[in-house]
């Protein structure tokens, strides 16, 4: 369906744009005025909820554009942005006669301000920082304003540079420390530190001049771009070709998805089975604030562009890549990471036997919705693949199942309608609304179940897309208890990669790249989205990001909440009290001391994220890093949690492992990691209750009796 949806888009965009565009009189140097077009068009036409380019856009653009270039306030003047005002709502209009005027003088000061500032941060590490003072920093770059003077620029970078330079000055301390025969010099220390931020920065300014005009124009496309939703993206032409070898999956680097932040690049998503996931020291929340390639200064990407700050991250399979990562609990620790290719066998779906007592029930952990869109029916998918799993544990007595659906990211909708169609007899599994109102129904339509017996869903906050229609699905239908975050990501928008050089005929100026269009919208088959408000679990347990802006609803511009009418459909008639059940789980997870636990560490979190003042004082910092250190091993007592329960492969995967030693292990990992789980817990907790309350136990109790 995406694809022909995206054909038939390319078809009503070319009969249009055909005539419009080979009428355009751009000059061979114009290219950026014929992209402005020609992205403008595409957007209007087609984005599935184009947004008016009138003043309050103007505005937009303007704003997002400067902080993008500095988001920490320490290149342009405020007499800069007092010369920029006079555009502050002429943009919209800027856009619609393809001028750049507003670009151009941007850019132009951009460039003088930063060779100012390379001027600038070297006179301010010539002196020494006096870590003995009592002074703060405060990290809330929005909230402040754009200074007034050099003096004033020089004071903020004195601070900001203070603040990087105090990390390496206590590294430089512990080594000294650590070496019983070596007197700790503390002014050599400082001042070796202050070396080290100067090549961090100097390694940092001359990358950004590499960096040609053509790049600068691309932020600032792009700026336009995002103010219609996250998820639509203009590629450049090369970055195009690297989007199309990462979807082939053959895209080599540390297997994280990252977004771009006021002080950092963000860990957003963790890719099953990639080099990040394998390692286990990173986790999402986690923010890179540095980069460096192996045994080399690292750089500091705070205020890099993402696209360049991927292109220092990303890199060979077999190279190591050192990120210095500001954890979530607000630590520092510089992690290396050999990029590799993800293990495509690791995003396929696996089940274990899970036993409690004279109790069998199974579980299957899928990473996400995977097929090969060549060959649906010979490859692997994730549907078949599920119910091959769910056969299997049939077979060796399964009472119930668990589908665990967490930091699931999505994939084919294709197979989400398969294998919800395992759970019910027929119906309805999604509703698709395009830019045109038009509304497709999803079916299943086979009669089969394959399932009939207990099921629970087990989602988080990095569940999404395609997770989140399975859960709403089974959740709608009453056939499952979802149990997990209060909410899931939120993701309830489809996308459509759209050539732009195939839109305009005649074209001199070569390939134009691509633009990545949000075209859809997913409802529930109740009527409502997903979008935004994902799906609200029926069993609400925290974890650690419950405090912590994840999802949709952290991204800037996200499409909003809506319904439509709902499908027709019938609820799951196979238990006697669905709502006593949740009921009861609710009252268990009240009491347990791992979920109270499991809270506190949230909230503590939330709190190291939510401080932005931060001491420039030695002893202070060193006092604050004990503490956080401290707190981390209180709650790291989570990992000592057991479940008492007892996690098996099945048969036939036992006798895989006399022939493969390394499945053996992945697999005995994963059990270890299922053991001290208390969400699994509380699912077969769940199971237990369902399978007493379902139509068929109360069946076979009236015969007996």
């Known amino acids: 369906m995406k694809n022909k949806l995206a054909y038939a888009l390319l078809m009503m965009l070319f009969a249009v ?7 355009k009189s751009f000059e061979n140097d114009d290219k950026d005025k014929l992209l402005l077009d020609l992205i403008t068009y595409v957007l209007e036409k087609g984005h599935y909820d184009p947004k008016t380019i009138d003043d309050d ?4 653009v303007f704003e997002d554009f400067i902080n993008g270039l500095d988001p920490t306030k320490r290149y342009f003047l405020e007499s800069d942005i007092k010369d920029f005002e006079q555009y502050k709502f002429q943009i919209d209009d800027q856009i619609k006669n393809t001028d750049i005027t507003f670009f151009n003088a941007v850019y132009e000061r951009l460039m003088l301000r930063m060779k100012d500032a390379k001027e600038i941060y070297k006179e301010v590490l010539e002196a020494p920082f006096d870590y003995s003072s009592k002074e703060n920093i405060d990290m809330d770059y929005e909230k402040q304003t754009f200074v007034s003077s050099r003096s004033a620029l020089k004071e903020r970078w004195r601070k900001q540079l203070k603040y990087a330079t105090l990390g390496n000055y206590d590294s430089k301390i512990k080594v000294d420390e650590s070496d019983n025969k070596k007197k700790i010099n503390l002014k050599e220390a400082e001042k070796e530190a202050r070396v080290d931020t100067e090549e961090t920065l100097d390694e940092f300014f001359d990358f950004v001049s590499d960096l040609e005009r053509k790049d600068w124009f691309v932020q600032y496309i792009n700026t336009i771009v995002e103010e219609f939703d996250p998820h639509t993206y203009y590629f450049a032409p090369e970055e195009k070709e690297k989007f199309d070898t990462r979807m082939s999956g053959k895209f080599e680097g540390i297997g994280a998805r990252l977004q771009k932040k006021q002080d950092g690049v963000k860990i957003v998503e963790i890719i099953s089975g990639g080099p990040v996931w394998r390692d286990r ?16 200064v690292p750089i500091n990407i705070v205020e890099m562009r993402l696209d360049d700050a991927i292109k220092l991250i990303k890199g060979a399979k077999g190279t190591i890549v050192d990120l210095t990562m500001r954890k979530v609990d607000g ?33 299957i952990n899928l990473p996400q919705f995977y097929v090969s869109f060549d060959d649906y029916e010979g490859e692997r998918n994730a549907a078949s693949d599920v119910a091959k799993e769910v056969e299997r544990l049939k077979e060796e007595g399964a009472e119930g199942l668990i589908l665990d659906l967490r930091d699931n990211g999505g994939g084919s909708l294709k197979t989400v309608v398969e294998m919800a169609g395992l759970f019910i007899k027929n119906g309805p599994i999604v ?19 394959q399932w009939d017996g207990p099921l629970v869903i087990l989602v988080n906050e990095l569940s999404a897309s395609a997770s989140e229609i399975l859960a709403a699905a089974m959740q709608d239908y009453k056939r499952a208890v979802v149990i997990g975050s209060k909410q899931t990501f939120g993701k309830g928008t489809v996308q459509n990669v759209i050539p732009l050089d195939r839109i305009v005929r005649s074209n001199e100026h070569g390939d134009l790249g691509a633009i990545k269009l949000t075209t859809q ?20 347990v925290p974890d650690k990001y419950s405090y912590i802006d994840l999802g949709e609803r952290d991204q800037q511009n996200p499409l909003g909440w809506d319904k439509i009418t709902p499908a027709d459909y019938t609820p799951w008639d196979g238990h006697i009290d669905y709502e006593s059940t949740i009921a009861n789980s609710n009252k268990r997870m009240a009491k347990n001391p791992q979920i109270k636990l499991i809270e506190e560490n949230a909230k503590w979190l939330k709190e190291q994220q939510s401080e932005t003042v931060v001491s420039l004082n030695y002893i202070d910092y060193k006092e604050d890093e004990a503490k956080s250190i401290e707190k981390s091993k209180y709650f790291k007592t989570l990992s000592d949690y057991d479940s008492k329960l007892t996690f098996e492969s099945l048969k036939y995967e036992e006798s895989l492992f006399t022939k493969d030693s390394v499945l053996r292990q992945k697999r005995k990992r994963w ?3 299922l053991v001290k789980d208390v969400y699994v817990e509380e699912a077969v907790n769940v199971l237990e209750d369902l399978k007493g309350n379902s139509l068929k136990a109360g069946k076979i109790a009236s015969v007996k009796g």
Not at 17 to 23: I, Q
Not at 281 to 295: L, P, T
Request: glycine letters at 8%; hydrophobic letters at 30%.
């Open 671 to 673: 059990h270890e990691d």
């Open 57 to 60: 856009f103007s505005v937009e």
């Open 431 to 449: 509703q698709v609304r395009s830019n045109d109102d038009q509304k497709e129904v999803h079916d299943d339509v086979d009669d089969r179940i």
């Open 281 to 296: 020291q990173i986790e999402v929340g986690d923010e890179i604030i540095k980069v460096g390639q192996h045994g080399e």
């Open 331 to 363: 630590t520092t620790e510089v992690i290396s990471i050999t990029r590799d290719v993800v293990e495509i066998e690791e995003t396929f779906a696996k089940s274990a036997n899970i036993i409690k007592g004279n109790e069998k029930f199974g579980i």
């Open 17 to 23: 744009a055909s005539c419009s565009f080979t009428n």
């Open 521 to 540: 919208k997913f409802y529930r088959i109740n009527g409502g989205s997903t979008q935004l408000e994902g799906v609200k679990s029926d069993v609400v």
